[in-house]
């Protein structure tokens, strides 16, 4: 009988540390939640502030008023945006013509600079003069003249009459 307590007993005791063990484990485990609990609940309140924000600029744009669009306009607008985008689509191509020029040409120019031409004499000569010639005749050329794309986008420039006299500006009434 002593020898049967004394089993109960021994077994009661694993039992009793196998208990303590747990209540170790999930007391641990409860800690970790409940840090994770503060962390989430000052996430949430981050998160409500900024909702609260946005919210409050939504409030404010919905009040600024919209044009109002019709069908007829929405279609002008998606005609635009088509023919824009196959402008842009043309000048891409246009870009990336140049640019396969631009590579052909260097591998030429590096093809004759090692044959022995003299390259870089012939630019400075030749390519640096044109350019200070260029440069001089735009600077002797009058202020109103146009290039020939400027008149093709916007048409003739139209002639306003200017004072001869330019009124001085009163910054006190203003």
Known sequence: MANDINLRLNELNGRLSQCIEEKRILEKRIEKISKEKYEMEIMLEECNIQNNRLKDKLQKSSKKP????????????????????????????????????????????????????????????????????????????????????????????????????VPKLNLNEV
């Open 66 to 165: 919209y044009p109002d669009f019709d069908e007829k306009s929405v279609g002008l607008i998606i005609d635009e945006n088509k023919s824009l985008s196959k402008i842009c689509k043309k000048q891409k191509n246009e870009i990336d013509s140049y640019k396969y020029k631009e590579k052909q040409l260097l591998k030429l120019i590096l093809a004759l600079k090692k044959k022995g031409y003299p390259v870089e004499e012939i630019y400075d000569r030749e390519v640096q003069k044109s350019k200070y010639e260029m440069y001089k005749n735009e600077e002797s050329s009058e202020l109103g003249e146009e290039s020939e794309d400027e008149q093709l986008v916007s048409g003739r420039p139209k002639d306003v009459p200017r004072p001869r006299i």
